[in-house]
């Protein structure tokens, strides 16, 4: 039973490599529009169903999607595409506490299973300065929210409540549980 992992961050091919020895990379190419009105909470899981369905091409595998979201006061802040747009989200997230949402979709066999982790971040209260500089780091662009908990944006966190990695973007020790029961499950079938 192949796994593939339909991504192409290098964050969640690290985590991946805790959860499975071998695994394939096979990025997506989904479309990534979420639907009007969609729940902030079901955004992340909506997308990893898209990504593991647009990436599932063969017989006895299982496909894992996967994206990440970052939510404050019921608005999805994505990736920033300027300077100013991450300044702005940083400016939101700024002595705030915000959620972050990871959904994962595994498809394999005929058979679907998604689930939701959340995590609570709290940051510290930014300078404007504290944030320029940051930016400037170019760091945050290809992360959801404008910044990576794992890098120089370890510095604006106050703590956590929930699990560290699935803020990095994949919930590795769930992952690994439910992945097991859905291969189990897969077998028996």
């Known amino acids: 039973m192949k796994i593939v992992l339909a991504s192409a961050s290098p964050r969640r091919k690290e985590l991946m490599s805790f959860v499975a020895d071998e695994f394939e990379i096979r990025p ?21 169903a898209l990504k593991a369905q647009a990436a599932e091409r063969r017989e006895n595998e299982i496909v894992i999607g996967c994206d990440t979201v970052v939510v404050i006061d019921n608005t999805i802040l994505g990736k920033p595409r300027t300077s100013q747009e991450c300044f702005d989200m940083l400016r939101m997230l700024s ?52 910044y990576g ?17 699935n803020v990095v973007g994949l919930p590795a020790s769930r992952l690994k549980r ?12």
Do not use: W
């Open 28 to 48: 997506s190419d989904a479309d990534e529009t979420l639907p009007e009105g969609i729940q902030p909470e079901k955004a992340a899981e909506y997308l990893s």
């Open 149 to 165: 908990i794992q890098g120089k944006g370890a510095m604006l966190v106050r703590g956590i409540k929930g699990d560290y990695f």
């Open 95 to 146: 002595g705030k506490t915000h959620k972050v949402f990871t959904g994962v979709t595994f498809r394999g066999f005929g058979n679907n299973l998604s689930f939701t982790e959340e995590t609570a971040v709290e940051f510290y209260a930014l300078s404007d300065e504290e944030i320029s500089e940051y930016i400037k780091t170019g760091e945050p662009f290809d992360k959801a929210g404008g």
């Open 178 to 189: 439910e992945l097991e029961v859905f291969m189990r499950f897969c077998i028996d079938k």
